[in-house]
């Protein structure tokens, strides 16, 4: 096993409706496949006091801001307090948290955003977990998709990690901060309590309470 990528070191999972599934794996990309199914089993849960069904398996907090130009396909649960802005698109098998920011034009597919989470303006993310407050800049994206369609394996620095998937896009642990325009590329993991400078090209796995400024270049916070 590969300590640092291990769910419990990388999140927080009172801050997600998703703690059971993400218990039930050792690494959190073992999720993914496992994502749309959840959301199923458990909106069929939610009291209809606090959720309204906007569609089919669509499940939205009553508290919660969608904006009409929204879209939002199921299965998702848009969770209380989170806002979905001016055309956001949601693909499905997403489920946010609460307290969340969807921004404008931002598109997600096959996540989990846990609560507190930000991904504000024109960011794409797919296939990808990200932890408690964490937050994407502006223009941020992760890929999840290699370009010869092989599957992806996590390359932590010291060995490989085989995957079995075709699409994997970013780990992220609680309190990261990814700059604007930065491309977190198939199968990246960044640590709790890391910054990615803006412009990054970001690949394998990043040290938690680091600074990430480019390929080679890692400091320690302080």
């Given at each position: 096993?590969?300590?640092?990528a291990?769910?419990?070191?990388?999140?927080?999972?009172?801050?997600?409706?998703?703690?059971?599934?993400?218990?039930?794996?050792?690494?959190?990309?073992?999720?993914?496949?496992?994502?749309?199914?959840?959301?199923?089993?458990?909106?069929e849960?939610?009291?209809?006091?606090?959720?309204?069904?906007?569609?089919?398996?669509?499940?939205?907090?009553?508290?919660?801001?969608?904006?009409?130009?929204?879209?939002?396909?199921?299965?998702?649960?848009?969770?209380?307090?989170?806002?979905?802005?001016?055309?956001?698109?949601?693909?499905?098998?997403?489920?946010?948290?609460?307290?969340?920011?969807?921004?404008?034009?931002?598109?997600?597919?096959?996540?989990?955003?846990?609560?507190?989470?930000?991904?504000?303006?024109?960011?794409?993310?797919?296939?990808?977990?990200?932890?408690?407050?964490?937050?994407?800049?502006?223009?941020?994206?992760?890929?999840?998709?290699?370009?010869?369609?092989t599957l992806?394996?996590?390359?932590?620095?010291?060995e490989?990690?085989?995957?079995?998937?075709?699409?994997?896009?970013?780990?992220?642990?609680?309190?990261?901060?990814?700059?604007?325009?930065?491309?977190?590329?198939?199968?990246?993991?960044?640590?709790?309590?890391?910054?990615?400078?803006?412009?990054?090209?970001?690949?394998?796995y990043?040290?938690?309470?680091?600074?990430?400024?480019?390929?080679?270049?890692?400091?320690?916070?302080?």
């Amino acid at each position: 096993m590969f300590e640092p990528a291990l769910v419990k070191n990388l999140y927080d999972l009172s801050h997600t409706a998703a703690k059971p599934l993400l218990e039930s794996v050792d690494y959190p990309w073992e999720a993914l496949p496992k994502i749309s199914e959840f959301i199923l089993q458990l909106g069929e849960t939610l009291s209809p006091d606090e959720y309204e069904l906007r569609g089919e398996n669509v499940w939205v907090a009553k508290s919660a801001k969608v904006f009409d130009s929204a879209y939002l396909n199921g299965p998702c649960i848009i969770g209380p307090g989170t806002e979905v802005r001016q055309c956001a698109f949601v693909r499905g098998s997403a489920l946010v948290g609460a307290g969340c920011v969807i921004g404008n034009s931002t598109e997600l597919k096959n996540v989990i955003i846990f609560d507190n989470v930000e991904v504000p303006h024109y960011n794409y993310v797919g296939d990808s977990i990200l932890g408690y407050k964490s937050h994407m800049g502006a223009g941020s994206i992760t890929s999840n998709i290699k370009s010869d369609r092989t599957l992806v394996k996590i390359h932590t620095g010291t060995e490989d990690i085989e995957t079995g998937l075709k699409k994997i896009g970013a780990m992220l642990g609680d309190h990261v901060e990814v700059g604007c325009n930065s491309v977190l590329n198939p199968g990246t993991i960044v640590g709790r309590g890391t910054n990615i400078y803006p412009l990054s090209m970001v690949r394998g796995y990043i040290p938690a309470n680091s600074i990430y400024k480019r390929l080679g270049e890692i400091a320690q916070k302080r």
